[in-house]
């Protein structure tokens, strides 16, 4: 298993631009979030997925789309890029909500850098 | 509101001495659980050691113990025989199944440095 995989690893952009980070599992977890990490803030959570088609905000969604087409994806959009969004951007997996003894699984992160 | 408070950003220890980091975390649930994640300089979130918040016996892994005090919502690490491997950031976690979905609160780390 690949387990999290996400790309780029590296992205620089400018004020104003779009892009989207990538983030795919293959261990047919249902339940995937995507976190941000800044300096002394530790991580928090953007948007997650319960499993297909079913998505939702969490604590800081602001300038943030996702979608979940697949078990495998979850793609993570910035319309309109702004240097707030300067960040290390982590996705997570895990199994379904039943599990009592749930482990998050984490990519290797994103570093973005907004101009 | 859910916090996690991590009291010391960063700490220090000599190699094979043991240190301590503390959590404190403030939630109304009755049933979650808490972790405590290993962040290397490679940025990967490495899952250190677990807890039940319905358990009372401490969790161990090989060198790494918890002190999990639940009326005081305390949950500390300890590392013995500290090694150079060890030097990282340490993040404080708890989970809590909310509304349907689940969420990791994280604290905002303690940097812990290794000395040979």
């Known amino acids: 298993n690949a387990g999290v995989t996400q790309t780029p690893k590296f992205q620089v952009l400018k004020t104003g631009q779009s892009m989207t980070l990538q983030c795919a599992q293959d261990m047919n977890h249902e339940y995937m979030s995507w976190y941000r990490q800044d300096p002394g803030m530790g991580l928090r959570l953007i948007h997650y997925?319960?499993?297909?088609?079913?998505?939702d905000q969490g604590e800081v969604p602001n300038g943030y789309n996702v979608s979940r087409s697949t078990t495998e994806d979850f793609p993570l959009r910035l319309l309109s890029a702004a240097p707030s969004q300067t960040s290390v951007y982590f996705c997570?997996?895990?199994?379904?909500?039943?599990?009592?003894?749930?482990?998050?699984?984490f990519g290797p992160g994103t570093r973005l850098t907004v101009l | 509101a859910q916090t996690v408070t991590q009291s010391q950003p960063e700490m220090s220890v000599q190699e094979a001495e043991t240190v301590t980091l503390s959590c404190t975390y403030d939630?109304?649930?009755?049933?979650?659980?808490l972790f405590w994640y290993k962040q290397p300089p490679s940025r990967q979130m490495i899952l250190v050691i677990r807890?039940?918040?319905?358990?009372?016996q401490n969790a161990t892994e090989n060198r790494f113990s918890v002190n999990f005090q639940k009326a005081a919502k305390s949950f500390s690490l300890k590392i013995s025989d500290s090694q150079l491997g060890d030097a990282a950031m340490y993040f404080c976690a708890y989970r809590i199944l909310q509304g349907g979905s689940e969420k990791l609160v994280f604290g905002k780390g303690t940097k812990l440095t290794v000395n040979p």
């Open positions: 997925s319960v499993g297909a088609g079913i998505t």
């Open positions: 939630t109304s649930e009755s049933d979650y659980y």
């Open positions: 997570a997996s895990s199994y379904d909500l039943g599990s009592s003894y749930n482990e998050q699984f």
């Open positions: 807890q039940e918040a319905y358990k009372q």
